[in-house]
């Protein structure tokens, strides 16, 4: 599947048959690898050259919207391929692969007709893509949500002893609870285990000797008990700070632990399902946004070739995929087809740059082209 398309627009002289065979002809003998397809738009409605000036106005900035949204969502559904560890799917639209549905389009008259100002189809695609990037950013902050609470709650189960939950390090055994006594939960950094050892009987009164125990160490620090009398619980955090040892708050309950691992179960269904329901909803919205992109560009090439080659509407509309290598041919093909004296052919600097912004492409040409990337 190529990644990049022109859609060009040629003005018809003698028949819009003649000149596609003779497109056809040209390609085959001097650029035979590049893919060309007709590109068939119906009947438009054309309206007033007042109208067509302001819409082609708005032309050029409503692609770069649509396509932009387009890209946003790919971009998703490949970041959660990714995540998910599925292989990619082909991109469609309502099943039809995206660069057929490109190559082969037919213009839909039941969801656009085409007796509609062309003002009225193009803002309804521009209201129906916006709606679905609001979707779109709804449905991704819900998922980023879950996503954040899990990956704190990681954090804090693989972080360091400074930051993580102690919960599943320490057993009942290990804490002390009476009406005078507490055990306290010291992190110690690894190197100054010596200096705890030897001074945490010290740093207040009422501590009970040979009561500190080791429970767990990671490259950083290590987890040590101390059991001492509760009322001097702060004086003894104090002193520890000052040492550089530090306190962490804990309180042994297995209904919490149990809470917690619920919480943790349920953050993890909640990631999975919302990824494959986000996911799903991506691929729809893909096509339909592709969809309606399509749409768009034939209405943009409709307007441009009636603004650049005048009334009533005779152009040949194709599409063609030449390889890097190929482009300059395929130019010097498509301008040899092209009659410039029947064409309105945008000279002037200001002009030219106006040219250049509405069809996407650096330069001007006697006929109407844009490029379309769908990756």
């Given at each position: 599947m190529?990644?990049?398309?022109?859609?060009?627009?040629?003005?018809?002289?003698?028949?819009a048959?003649t000149?596609?065979?003779?497109?056809?002809d040209?390609?085959?003998?001097?650029?035979?690898?590049?893919?060309?397809?007709?590109?068939?738009?119906?009947?438009?409605r054309?309206g007033?050259?007042?109208?067509?000036?302001a819409?082609?106005?708005?032309?050029?900035?409503?692609?770069?919207?649509?396509?932009?949204?387009?890209?946003?969502?790919?971009?998703?559904?490949?970041e959660?391929e990714?995540?998910s560890?599925?292989e990619?799917?082909?991109l469609?639209?309502?099943?039809v692969p995206?660069?057929?549905?490109?190559?082969?389009f037919?213009w839909?008259?039941a969801k656009y007709?085409t007796m509609?100002p062309?003002?009225?189809?193009?803002?309804?695609?521009?209201t129906?893509?916006a709606?679905?990037?609001?979707?779109?950013?709804?449905?991704?902050?819900?998922?980023?949500?879950?996503?954040?609470?899990?990956?704190a709650?990681?954090?804090?189960q693989?972080?360091?002893?400074?930051?993580?939950?102690l919960?599943n390090m320490v057993?009942?055994?290990?804490i002390i609870?009476?009406?005078?006594l507490?055990?306290?939960l010291a992190v110690?950094?690894?190197?100054?285990?010596?200096?705890?050892?030897?001074s945490?009987?010290?740093?207040?009164t009422?501590?009970?000797?040979r009561?500190?125990k080791?429970?767990?160490?990671?490259?950083e620090y290590?987890?040590?008990?101390?059991t001492?009398f509760?009322?001097?619980?702060?004086?003894?955090?104090?002193s520890a700070r000052?040492?550089?040892?530090?306190?962490?708050?804990f309180?042994y309950?297995?209904?919490?632990q149990?809470?917690?691992?619920?919480?943790?179960?349920?953050l993890?269904?909640?990631?999975?399902?919302?990824r494959?329901s986000?996911l799903?909803w991506?691929?729809t919205s893909?096509?339909?946004?592709?969809?309606s992109w399509?749409h768009?560009?034939a209405v943009?090439?409709?307007?441009?070739?009636i603004?650049?080659?005048?009334?009533?509407p005779?152009?040949?509309a194709?599409v063609l995929?030449?390889?890097t290598?190929?482009?300059?041919k395929?130019?010097s093909?498509?301008?040899?087809?092209?009659?410039?004296?029947n064409?309105?052919?945008?000279?002037?600097?200001?002009?030219?740059?106006?040219m250049?912004?509405?069809?996407?492409?650096?330069d001007?040409?006697?006929y109407?082209s844009f490029t379309?990337?769908?990756?």
């Open positions: 190529a990644n990049r398309y022109w859609v060009v627009s040629l003005p018809v002289q003698k028949s048959s000149l596609w065979n003779s497109l056809q040209q390609i085959s003998k001097h650029s035979f690898d590049t893919p060309l397809y007709r590109f068939n738009i119906p009947n438009l054309v007033t050259l007042d109208s067509l000036l819409l082609s106005d708005d032309l050029f900035k409503s692609n770069t919207f649509i396509e932009g949204v387009s890209q946003k969502i790919r971009r998703q559904i490949e959660l990714r995540v560890g599925l990619s799917n082909a469609t639209v309502d099943g995206i660069d057929s549905y490109l190559t082969r037919v839909d008259e007709p509609s062309l003002r009225e189809i193009v803002d309804g695609i521009h129906l893509v709606k679905i990037e609001d979707d779109l950013k709804v449905r991704v902050a819900e998922y980023n949500n879950v996503r954040s609470q899990l990956n709650i990681n954090r804090k693989s972080g360091s002893l400074a930051v993580r939950d919960s057993k009942p055994e290990d609870t009476s009406e005078h507490v055990t306290l110690v950094p690894k190197y100054s285990q010596k200096d705890w050892l030897s945490y009987e010290t740093l207040t009422y501590v009970v000797p009561s500190s080791k429970l767990y160490e990671d490259n290590a987890l040590y008990t101390v001492l509760g009322r001097v619980a702060d004086n003894f955090r104090t000052e040492r550089g040892f530090q306190i962490r708050d309180e309950s297995p209904e919490a149990e809470s917690r691992k619920q919480e943790l179960e349920k993890v269904q909640d990631q999975d399902s919302l494959s986000l799903q991506c691929y893909y096509g339909e946004v592709f969809s399509m768009f560009c943009r090439i409709f307007a441009e070739s603004l650049r080659y005048g009334l009533p005779s152009f040949l194709c995929s030449p390889s290598k190929g482009e300059k395929v130019r093909i498509l301008e040899g087809l092209c009659d410039s004296t064409s309105t052919y945008w000279k002037t600097e200001d002009e030219g740059r106006a250049a912004g509405l069809g996407g492409d650096a001007t040409y006697p109407v379309i990337n769908i990756a």
